[in-house]
């Protein structure tokens, strides 16, 4: 094969340079041979199996390059042979990754690949005309420098020594397909790059528990054996494979019985995908001058001049490719289906039908890569510890219901016999109303303000700390199955590349920093210099141009500070929302109040808030994908160097202000609102004109309960079901319309017969874990934040992740593009997000505890003015008295008889003095008491919890023993295996120094020598006489 491609590019390249009639081995070809590029050192000529004449050596030479240059085949059925696009055309070389583009036939018809494929004209040169005297069709600048970098960087490719096949006569009208295929030299050359651990021949048998441990995890395995997933990788294994880094002078160590299935398809996609980042394109039609397209797009030139270092994530960004992914590993449904993994993830977690089981986790990690496995592993993690959390928010509940009865708070507001008269809600509008009519409201509040919310607080802070630490050593477990333990970061800095824009922007200073220093040298006075030393340094240039050059604080100062003032504009953004929704609730409260129905006016604290939170909600979604796209923009704008610290810094900013956008209206309902109320006579106003609102008599607690609750479950459902569901159905759908436009003569047939990375290009193309982690981070925070509120938002959280788990399942095998598989030992940030949730948990709980509920102000009254110690009469010692008289003009109601009666006092929640006293409405002693008790609570409740974390954080240890132990064996293990290797190599050289040792003797015997020496002597020992 190797001769027959040479022969015939020879054959070409020659027939461009010396005529038509030269021959193969004429002196053109055998020119053209003698200018390989050997640009890629990595990759000795030896190693090479296919050897390709490097394209951009041939256009020098005036050939200029084309598809034929790639592996193209003639098969009379590539489908079957094939596998319908999974193999090269010859049915052995497996396509492990697929570059994509768009290209436009020419108007006569056929492409240069159909005229180099069926061989009916000769391969054009730069000159050369197309047919007899028939002129080159015109095209378009643009693509005409698209195609010529196609061309470079795809022979570039095949100089690190990939093999290359085209696909353009493909169902889908105007793109090509380029599959890649990585021979087994390159594989062994970059998993050893890349030290990628491997397993080796060497067996060893796990520790096992014993005793009563061992009979406990054999009735636990019994037990959850029927929701355990029918994968073998999921089985409990009793041995394990050595791992060790890939060497190709060791490769005696590792088990090459079977080439094809030593590195999977995860492994070899990675490969590719590292090859492609690493290969460069650097010149191109245009920018080298050539033609009249320099002259007639300038704008073209400086982008091209940007990607002098680029790989493939700069030519995906410039359109020169439209996608770049690894292929699935075949169909998932369908019963004539071959069996492959992704067939095997859709029966056994992409379905809704196994809600009920474990997850596959290995087989993810397998087919996915551990970054994807580790995220999964984490919401399995996650979704499992939710369920203690649930039963015990469901014990608090039910205790609240239960005693909801025997609360004598709630009974004395219910009691009309109090007969307790309260001061209007609103101005003039509104009238007086009876306490007794907030009843249902009381009683509600009790189900989720009792003595039980405090201890269900104290236990979700303890939760998130177990959680936290379960979570790590799962991830110690997981990293020690799937060879993780000596990955260290610094080894990901190997292939930690710098992103395509950082390098344009260094390259861009470059230049200007260049221009600079030489208008200086222009005024300055030519000096007579060595014409050898001038033009050392001129060469020099450009190589140095950009290697000291970095991107400093000051370059990124505009950036900075445009970050600064759009988060805070972004936030402010936020809060003149929460704003105008207090101003809704408040003019419609009024309104509400002047209406003529009885039951209007009753409800009006439900239907104000009810509608207010909706709004909230549907503002929140709305607010959320802005905020995504402009944390997006932000991070561009900063250029960060490399991918992890574009990936971080992202996080951040969108973590920021989704959580500023998310629980802003929560924190106004639980620390705001009715704390800077006034007091009748005197409120405050917004405006002048809106009256700041009050919470109603039973406290802010149910309202923080209601505002939780429809935005936690609303934001989880519109998202699973809108956004996750019905958008990339309705983007597929659209792409599918879009598709058959196109060509619509025999779609139905063609669509039959779709080639793999024909069917996988159609798939959305994936776009992080960011949103997936986003979304459960954020439910994390409803679920530990204000949980003193809600004590049901670990059940609801629990119901959402097992829906979530299988949705994203689905997603991953069935609507998205296979991502290229990433190695990680951990989370990343997402851990330290995660701690600082749970910290905050914490203060945050205890603030809703001591300010928010009545928790305090009962303990308060129950000990210290309670007069038979019962909670008698707590409901009068919370409210104050004003005297109507005492109104400001223009304020007091409008109908003041509304409830049949004229009302002399109103009472009005607030700790001050009465309107008989001295100094009347002043805040009384009772009111600084209760101050004093609910910080007094809020220092000792934070510190006794954090403590109590803390402890539970030292006593769990991080890595669980029998993994310590098993990390230690392999060590020992491993460096034993090396010292009997060593030993082997020793006593094998000593074995072959004897035998040389033993030849060399009687050839010295034999050898005449110039003296004689004199005979020994006569002896046992030696013998006389002379041979």
Same mark, same amino acid.
């Given at each position: ?34 200018? +390989? ?14 050897? $390709? ?43 492990? /990754? ?353 003595? !039980? ?46 992103? !395509? ?66 988060? +805070? ?51 929140? $979604? ?60 005197? /409120? ?17 607690? &149910? ?70 982690? &986003?979304? &459960?981070? $954020? ?41 290229? !598989? ?115 609570? +809020? ?5 006794? +919890? ?82």
């Amino acid at each position: 094969m190797e001769e027959t491609v040479v022969d015939l590019l020879l054959a070409k390249a020659a027939g461009a340079v010396d005529g038509e009639g030269a021959p193969p081995g004429g002196p053109g070809a055998q020119a053209a041979a003698m200018r +390989v590029n050997e640009k890629y050192s990595t990759l000795p000529a030896e190693d090479r199996s296919v050897h $390709i004449i490097n394209i951009c050596a041939i256009e020098d030479i005036g050939y200029l390059p084309s598809e034929g240059t790639l592996l193209n085949s003639l098969s009379v059925d590539p489908d079957a042979e094939c596998k319908y696009g999974l193999y090269f055309r010859d049915g052995k070389r497996k396509v492990d /990754y697929i570059l994509v583009y768009h290209h436009k036939r020419a108007s006569g018809g056929r492409t240069l690949a159909r005229r180099a494929q069926h061989g009916d004209q000769p391969l054009p040169g730069k000159a050369g005309p197309l047919g007899a005297g028939e002129p080159e069709p015109p095209l378009d600048y643009h693509e005409d420098d698209k195609r010529f970098r196609r061309e470079e960087y795809e022979g570039n490719l095949v100089e690190a020594g990939l093999e290359l096949e085209r696909d353009e006569d493909t169902k889908i009208h105007g793109v090509g397909f380029v599959k890649i295929h990585a021979p087994w030299n390159v594989l062994c050359r970059e998993a050893e790059f890349l030290k990628l651990k491997m397993p080796t021949k060497k067996l060893y048998h796990i520790s096992e528990t014993r005793g009563l441990l061992k009979k406990i995890n054999s009735v636990l395995q019994k037990i959850t054996d029927p929701i355990q997933p029918k994968v073998a990788e999921h089985r409990p294994q009793t041995t394990k494979r050595l791992s060790y880094p890939f060497s190709r002078e060791k490769q005696h160590l590792f088990d090459l019985s079977d080439k094809d299935s030593f590195f999977d398809s995860k492994t070899r996609s990675t490969i590719v995908y590292e090859i492609l980042k690493r290969t460069t394109c650097t010149k191109a039609k245009y920018s080298m001058g050539q033609g009249e397209g320099r002259k007639k797009d300038s704008a073209l030139l400086n982008k091209r001049r940007k990607c002098d270092r680029h790989g493939i994530t700069s030519l995906l960004a410039n359109g020169v490719y439209s996608a770049a992914y690894p292929l699935h590993d075949g169909d998932y449904e369908g019963d004539n289906v071959e069996f492959n993994d992704r067939k095997l993830l859709y029966e056994e977690w992409a379905s809704y039908g196994v809600f009920y089981k474990y997850q596959p986790i290995d087989l993810v990690r397998k087919y996915f890569g551990e970054k994807i496995g580790l995220y999964f592993a984490w919401l399995g993690v996650y979704t499992q510890m939710l369920i203690p959390a649930s039963v015990v928010g469901i014990i608090v509940f039910l205790y609240g219901w239960a005693t909801v009865d025997d609360n004598i708070p709630s009974m004395e507001m219910c009691d009309q016999r109090h007969n307790i008269t309260m001061c209007p809600l609103c101005d003039k509008t509104c009238s007086y109303w009876k306490m007794s009519s907030a009843c249902a409201t009381a009683r509600a509040s009790h189900l989720f303000d009792n003595p !039980a919310t405090v201890f269900f607080s104290v236990f979700m802070a303890l939760w998130a700390a177990t959680f936290m630490e379960h979570w790590k050593r799962k991830q110690m477990r997981l990293n020690y199955r799937w060879d993780l333990t000596g990955f260290e970061e610094e080894e990901e800095a190997v292939k930690d590349h710098p992103r !395509a824009e950082y390098e344009a922007r260094v390259l861009e200073k470059s230049l200007r920093k260049e221009s600079k220093n030489k208008e200086k040298r222009r005024h300055l006075p030519e000096e007579p210099t060595n014409k050898w030393r001038q033009r050392v340094k001129t060469a020099m240039a450009g190589v140095k141009l950009t290697d000291k050059v970095k991107l400093t604080w000051r370059d990124r100062f505009p950036a900075y500070f445009t970050n600064l003032v759009s988060i +805070v504009f972004m936030i402010a953004v936020t809060f003149a929302i929460v704003l105008g929704v207090i101003i809704y609730r408040i003019s419609t409260a009024a309104a509400l109040a002047m209406n003529s129905s009885p039951s209007v006016r009753s409800n009006i604290r439900v239907t104000v808030t009810a509608t207010a939170v909706i709004i909230n909600l549907v503002v929140i $979604i709305l607010l959320d994908e802005v905020y995504g796209c402009i944390a997006r923009w932000l991070t561009k704008i900063e250029v960060p160097k490399t991918e992890k610290s574009f990936e971080e810094r992202l996080i951040f900013k969108a973590f920021l202000l989704k959580f500023v956008n998310s629980y802003t209206p929560i924190f106004y309902v639980a620390f705001f609102k009715g704390r800077f109320v006034g007091r009748p006579g005197d /409120y405050v106003y917004i405006f002048r004109s809106f009256r700041m609102e009050e919470c109603a008599p039973g406290g802010c607690l &149910m309202e923080l309960c209601i505002q939780l609750s429809i935005i936690m479950l609303g934001k989880q459902l519109i998202q699973n079901n809108l956004f996750e569901i019905g958008i990339p159905k309705m983007k597929k759908f659209i792409r599918y319309l879009r598709l058959k436009h196109q060509s619509p003569a025999d779609h139905d047939e063609h669509a039959k017969k779709k080639q793999r990375y024909e069917v996988d290009y159609t798939l959305e193309p994936f776009a992080g874990l960011t949103p997936e982690y &986003m979304e &459960m981070i $954020i439910q994390f925070g409803f679920v530990t934040l204000f949980v003193a509120s809600f004590p049901l938002a670990p059940l609801f959280a629990l119901l959402n992740n097992i829906i979530e788990i299988r949705l994203d399942a689905k997603k991953f095998v069935t609507e998205l593009r296979r991502p290229v !598989a990433v190695r990680a030992k951990d989370i990343g940030i997402w851990y330290n997000i995660l701690r600082g949730v749970g910290k905050l948990a914490v203060i945050i709980n205890a603030f809703v505890i001591s300010f928010t509920s009545d928790f305090i102000p009962r303990l308060v009254y129950l000990y210290m003015y309670s007069e038979n110690g019962t909670m008698h009469g707590f409901v009068n010692h919370t409210l104050s008295s004003f005297n109507v008289s005492d109104f400001q003009n223009g304020t007091a109601p409008s109908d003041p008889l509304d409830l049949g009666y004229e009302v002399q006092i109103c009472r009005y929640k607030d700790y001050r003095e009465p309107p008989w006293s001295e100094h009347k409405y002043d805040i009384s002693k009772d009111f600084w008491a209760v101050l004093a008790a609910r910080l007094a609570f +809020v220092i000792v409740f934070q510190n006794l +919890v954090m403590f109590m974390s803390d402890f539970v954080d030292w006593v769990i240890p991080d890595i669980p023993k029998d993994i310590s132990q098993q990390i230690h064996k392999e060590k020992v293990l491993m460096v034993e295996l090396f010292m009997r290797e060593e030993q082997g190599k020793q006593q094998l050289l000593d074995t072959w120094m004897e035998k040389d040792r033993k030849k060399a003797e009687p050839c010295n015997n034999h050898s005449p020598a110039p003296a004689a020496p004199p005979p020994p002597p006569a002896g046992p020992d030696f013998p006389g006489g002379s041979l």
